[in-house]
């Protein structure tokens, strides 16, 4: 069905490239392709574990000093379980989906095997997919992280990560990167808006619901205490960490660097992303200005990663003038949703859910008026069908965590902060910790 479609102008955009003479590209040999589309893989996924430092940088800033080192700690036990758990079975409950399936029962320990002859073009080296792939599914988990920070406990956090990147996340990545039934639906997600971001946001919106606010957030009065972070140049790094690495993540969806197509088709996306942030960015301190008189540094940083986010769901076919749209509206929608959570009690301790989830819908519904190939109604049924998926099963899982071994760490171990409480050590022991309160 074709559909009408009003881009902007195109004099605003900087593809008038397009009209001089383009390079006629003669076709890459069946090995330089492979070594090529191998090489992409490798390059994105040193990119992208690269936001694993970040994420554990911008998420250190922004926790308590008291917390510092629990939040290093989670992020390092994060990405070991899901690089485990990944190559257990997470990895061809994706890949190994039958087409327009809704699940697969996992061949467990995958292997990868590769082709001895290279004849047919296009193919990579399976195992540097798996590392790719494993390094995404470690950033969703760190979303998760820095929403339930500072009162939960270490190996409760664990076991939710490892559900999650073993079985949760693998369903529905296997409903359309791996062919499942979305795929043929027509869902499009090229870098995970959704996959990744908003799955990751609805996991830390109930585990934030089921987990409570950290004690003295919200006083019995009904006014909101603010629990500033500990480093804010540590946070504005692991912003520009994360920034650098989205390079990778989008840009190495691509899935192929061996063509000349491919080449450019990735210098797009790298510069439909990077448009994408500056105008979030930039949006954020003109209305944070016009609305408070100040600008607030962590709602910035938030901004420029909810540009990133947004527009991680079509990177390619977007102009840039469409780019700069999609960031700057994601910033905005933050800089209103972290408010709405506070007046909902809603603890999350360094906006990852307005930045991930609410961004990463955004951007997602966007598709249907970047993509040509894409529609309304098959951008929302995913939506829909992710949201429901992840909230009831990780609701289950935080749940049967909570009555099991418990989810929560008590009281006393709060107020004198998780680096003493359950590592023995304070991040920055000159400055004293026993002297701190609630808030």
Known sequence: MSKLRPRLPAALTLSAFLFLPQPAFAAVDPETGFVFNTLIFYLGGILVMWMAAGFTMLETGLVRSKNSAMMCLNNVGLFSVTGLMFWICGYDMIYGIEKGGFIHIPEFFWTASDPTEFGEPGKFAAASDWFFQMAFVAATASIICGTVAERIKFWSFMVFVAVMTGVLYPITASWGWGGGWLAELGFSDFAGSSYVHSFGGWAALTGAIILGARKGKYLPDGRINPMPGSNLPLATLGTFILWMGWFGFNGASQLALGSGPDAIAIATIVMNSNMAAVSGAIVTMVVMQVLYKKIDLTMVLNGALAGLVAITAEPLEATVPEAIVIGAVGAVIVIYLVPLLDRLKIDDVVG??????????????????????????????????????????????????????????????????????FLGVESYPEFGQGSQRFG
């Open 352 to 421: 990852a859910i307005p930045v991930h989830l609410g961004a990463g819908l955004w951007g997602t519904l966007c598709v249907a008026y970047t993509k040509d190939n894409a529609t309304l109604v098959g951008q929302l049924t995913g939506m829909v069908s992710i949201a429901i998926f992840t909230l009831v099963a990780s609701a289950l899982v935080w749940l049967a965590i909570k009555h099991t071994i418990g989810l929560r760490v008590t009281e006393e171990e709060e107020f004198n902060g998780l680096d003493r409480s």
